[in-house]
């Protein structure tokens, strides 16, 4: 590792012409001006965002040696792009940016600050979803206990996206495996929870800094494909062998992946993951009880009367989405 550099920004580059120039100006306009590397995984994007990349490099002399650009001969999806990036990483921290959305001028300084005091593991700050026509702040309940961070991290009550989350490099080594390759989908949440367990000192910068755009139709949360639900499982498998290794319990997060792919996959499919969820013992963790006769009546609609337990996640899960922005 360089003695120097603090901060590695790993940045995946795929179909991003339109975006990335917005992104790498925000990242080459940081206050910080030493100790930061910007890490770009080109994974064999189609389009012309490497020259637009290398256009913004040029208008920015002083950052050259700070940019590593790193191409892949196949396409590896996010999952890939982001162990390319980790492994070329030297920084004593890491934070990921999509090369769609953008970040305030001083996003990783003051991150970096708040790091130091206490020398954190972990580093989160709160940010903004940006629409075509509207921008709105989504401030995260995040506390510093970790137990409960935790909790909240397994129970989907904070976004699993890891741009506004700094972590020591060498938590994401500890993880075998970090991200998995493959899964695209739910990548980052494949790795959260089992990052903030790993993470005993927590820190907070109690202000939005990341932009997260949702103007991309080629961005992976932006359409559904039939591999997802695939990889949905894997991510759920990973996290709760890991959190059932370490004695915590990990439903919940099972039960939002089971939702996603449910409301996503026609009625053949549903019914395949429903036995393979039932067969994991996942489904015997739900407390009926809680139902009422709205969520049942629309458990019959949906569901011919069965599993009324999905008609209460859908109810829930819909406030949730909007609240916390879960992916």
Same mark, same amino acid.
């Given at each position: 590792?360089?003695?120097?550099?603090?901060?590695?920004?790993?940045?995946?580059?795929?179909?991003?012409?339109?975006?990335?120039?917005? *992104? %790498?100006?925000?990242?080459?306009?940081?206050?910080?001006?030493?100790?930061?590397?910007?890490?770009?995984?080109?994974?064999?994007?189609?389009?012309?965002?490497?020259?637009?990349?290398?256009?913004?490099?040029?208008?920015?002399?002083?950052?050259?040696?700070?940019? $590593?650009?790193?191409?892949?001969?196949?396409?590896?999806?996010?999952?890939?792009?982001?162990?390319?990036?980790?492994?070329?990483?030297?920084?004593?921290?890491?934070?990921? *940016?999509?090369?769609? &959305?953008?970040?305030?001028?001083?996003?990783?300084?003051?991150?970096?600050?708040?790091?130091?005091?206490? &020398?954190?593991?972990?580093?989160?700050?709160?940010?903004?979803?940006?629409?075509?026509?509207?921008?709105?702040?989504?401030?995260?309940?995040?506390?510093?206990?970790?137990?409960?961070?935790?909790?909240?991290?397994?129970?989907?009550?904070?976004?699993?996206?890891?741009?506004?989350?700094?972590?020591?490099?060498?938590?994401?080594?500890?993880?075998?495996?970090?991200?998995?390759?493959?899964?695209?989908?739910?990548?980052?949440?494949?790795?959260?929870?089992?990052?903030?367990?790993?993470?005993?000192?927590?820190?907070?910068? &109690?202000?939005?800094?990341?932009?997260?755009?949702?103007?991309?139709?080629?961005?992976?949360?932006?359409?559904?494909?039939?591999?997802?639900?695939?990889?949905? *499982?894997?991510?759920?498998?990973?996290?709760?062998?890991?959190?059932?290794?370490?004695?915590?319990?990990? &439903?919940?997060?099972?039960?939002?992946?089971?939702?996603?792919?449910?409301?996503?996959?026609?009625?053949?499919?549903?019914?395949?993951?429903?036995?393979?969820?039932?067969?994991?013992?996942?489904?015997?963790?739900?407390?009926?009880?809680?139902?009422?006769?709205?969520? $049942?009546?629309?458990?019959?609609?949906?569901?011919?009367?069965?599993?009324?337990?999905?008609?209460?996640?859908?109810?829930?899960? $819909? %406030?949730?989405?909007?609240?916390?922005?879960? *992916?």
């Amino acid at each position: 590792m360089k003695a120097d550099t603090l901060l590695s920004v790993l940045i995946p580059v795929y179909g991003v012409e339109k975006y990335i120039e917005r *992104c %790498a100006e925000s990242l080459f306009s940081q206050t910080i001006t030493e100790g930061i590397e910007f890490i770009f995984v080109d994974d064999k994007t189609p389009d012309g965002s490497l020259a637009v990349l290398q256009s913004v490099i040029d208008r920015y002399p002083d950052r050259k040696t700070q940019v $590593k650009i790193i191409h892949h001969e196949t396409n590896q999806g996010l999952a890939g792009s982001r162990i390319t990036g980790l492994r070329h990483a030297s920084g004593k921290y890491v934070i990921m *940016c999509d090369s769609d &959305d953008w970040v305030e001028s001083d996003m990783y300084a003051l991150m970096l600050d708040a790091a130091a005091e206490s &020398d954190a593991d972990m580093v989160l700050c709160h940010y903004f979803v940006n629409y075509p026509d509207s921008e709105k702040v989504f401030s995260q309940t995040f506390t510093t206990e970790h137990d409960e961070l935790l909790r909240r991290a397994i129970d989907g009550e904070i976004h699993c996206g890891l741009w506004n989350k700094m972590v020591k490099r060498e938590i994401y080594e500890k993880l075998q495996p970090s991200f998995i390759p493959g899964v695209n989908m739910w990548e980052d949440v494949s790795v959260l929870p089992r990052l903030v367990h790993l993470s005993e000192v927590i820190a907070i910068v &109690d202000k939005p800094l990341y932009h997260y755009a949702q103007m991309n139709p080629q961005a992976y949360t932006q359409k559904w494909n039939k591999k997802y639900s695939e990889q949905i *499982c894997k991510a759920i498998e990973v996290n709760v062998d890991y959190f059932k290794a370490n004695g915590i319990n990990a &439903d919940k997060l099972a039960q939002r992946g089971l939702l996603s792919i449910l409301m996503n996959e026609s009625d053949d499919s549903r019914r395949r993951y429903l036995r393979m969820f039932r067969e994991r013992g996942l489904l015997d963790k739900i407390d009926y009880s809680s139902m009422n006769v709205y969520r $049942k009546l629309l458990s019959r609609i949906l569901f011919g009367g069965r599993f009324f337990f999905l008609a209460d996640m859908i109810m829930r899960s $819909k %406030a949730m989405l909007r609240k916390y922005k879960i *992916c």
